[in-house]
């Protein structure tokens, strides 16, 4: 249970949802997709939704500023559009000015939205210019007065952060001081803003940082993120930490887009190339309909639904060369009959990163014996 507030009903209903999604009398967590850059639009959670999605869902991680700005809010409306027949996301938000979230958290209200993310977190070198993201550990002040403009909007209000600045340490003076600001779900990518990604997340800290929430905000969810690729991962996670609330997994789904599932199963390249045709018919509506969108990002994805086969490689290369939607649907219409051809044998099976990887060291295990053998 979240601190009680009506405005915190969005996220006792995601607690509740987990438990009946998992079918079980133990304590489950909610899982939710990472907001990500030019990644979670309306386009990409429904197609994730199709392949199993997450609990909850965010959106790309929005400029508050330019919430509220006359000239450039139009430039963000594709960033927080939610089409009608998706899941509710959150809306995370970052910016450095509490008057701007404040403005940009009751205009989220009146589009519909529930709940509202502050950004703490991003290390992202323009963002921290700009006083904002994962710049607010070291203004800490302006952090809580961030987080009380936030709540005069009415919205669930979460922060999305990481351990610390510089150093993973900090944690240990900086989580408190957002504790302490009773947010409904605090997320804690757990990494320091200096380690970016390149260091493993710092799984060693999770019981600190859950004795410090039980001893300051027991009614605050901890969601964990960093390094966690799958839901079987993640319900790991909180086997050997049980008092985690919530997963978050981020780049995990650029490696599987099935990572979401309750039951994991084999998929068939097919059922992967049904997900890229998706999005490709969702990508032509959005940007027909809601906002223009950009096809060049689109390319980003193609690596997401073909791997782990017979030439596909080359089939990416073949999408990487296109500049529109149809074009790509003509290459599909061209290829994919060879390319089930060449892998009838192995059942058109789509297989994740991990096995793809495994797959190809077998394979390069057996031709380097075999070389061996020939020229012995």
């Not at 869902?57 to 450039?72: D, K």
């Not at 070291?138 to 709540?151: D, G, M, V, W």
């Not at 240990?172 to 600001?181: E, K, S, T, V």
């Not at 260091?199 to 993120?225: C, F, G, K, S, V």
Request: proline residues 4%.
């Amino acid at each position: 249970m979240t601190v009680e507030s009506p405005q915190n009903f969005f996220w006792d209903d995601v607690v509740k949802q987990a438990q009946l999604v998992n079918k079980q009398t133990e304590k489950q967590p909610f899982f939710s997709m990472a907001p990500m850059e030019a990644v979670t639009d309306t386009v990409f959670r429904r197609v994730i939704a199709q392949a199993g999605g997450p609990d909850v869902y965010y959106t790309e991680f929005t400029n508050a500023s330019s919430m509220v700005h006359p000239q450039a809010k139009f430039s963000v409306q594709g960033r927080l559009a939610v089409a009608e027949d998706e899941k509710q996301p959150v809306a995370q938000i970052w910016g450095s000015r509490p008057e701007e979230i404040a403005g940009a958290a009751k205009i989220l209200a009146t589009m519909g939205y529930q709940a509202v993310d502050i950004n703490m977190g991003c290390p992202d070198t323009t963002v921290i210019k700009n006083g904002a993201g994962s710049d607010l550990i070291r203004h800490q002040e302006l952090a809580k007065e961030i987080i009380s403009a936030a709540k005069k909007s009415g919205l669930a209000v979460s922060v999305k952060t990481r351990l610390g600045f510089y150093q993973a340490e900090e944690f240990r003076d900086w989580l408190p001081i957002i504790l302490r600001q009773q947010v409904a779900v605090l997320t804690i990518h757990l990494r320091s803003r200096k380690e970016m990604s390149k260091a493993p997340a710092h799984e060693e800290y999770i019981d600190e940082i859950l004795a410090m929430r039980d001893a300051i905000a027991p009614q605050t969810l901890i969601q964990i993120n960093g390094d966690i690729k799958t839901r079987q991962a993640g319900i790991q996670l909180v086997k050997d930490h049980p008092g985690i609330d919530g997963i978050m997994i981020g780049r995990g789904i650029f490696e599987n887009p099935y990572a979401f599932e309750v039951k994991p199963q084999q998929h068939t390249l097919e059922e992967s190339i049904a997900l890229l045709k998706l999005q490709l018919d969702l990508f032509d509506d959005v940007n027909a309909n809601i906002a223009p969108k950009h096809f060049e990002a689109l390319k980003r994805y193609f690596k997401i639904y073909l791997r782990g086969f017979a030439h596909a490689s080359a089939l990416r290369q073949l999408l990487m060369e296109t500049h529109a939607t149809e074009e790509v649907r003509d290459i599909l219409d061209r290829e994919l009959a060879k390319v089930y051809a060449e892998v009838a044998a192995d059942e058109h099976i789509y297989r994740d990163n991990g096995v793809a990887s495994a797959d190809v060291a077998v394979a390069n295990q057996l031709k380097l014996a075999q070389e061996t053998k020939k020229y012995n």
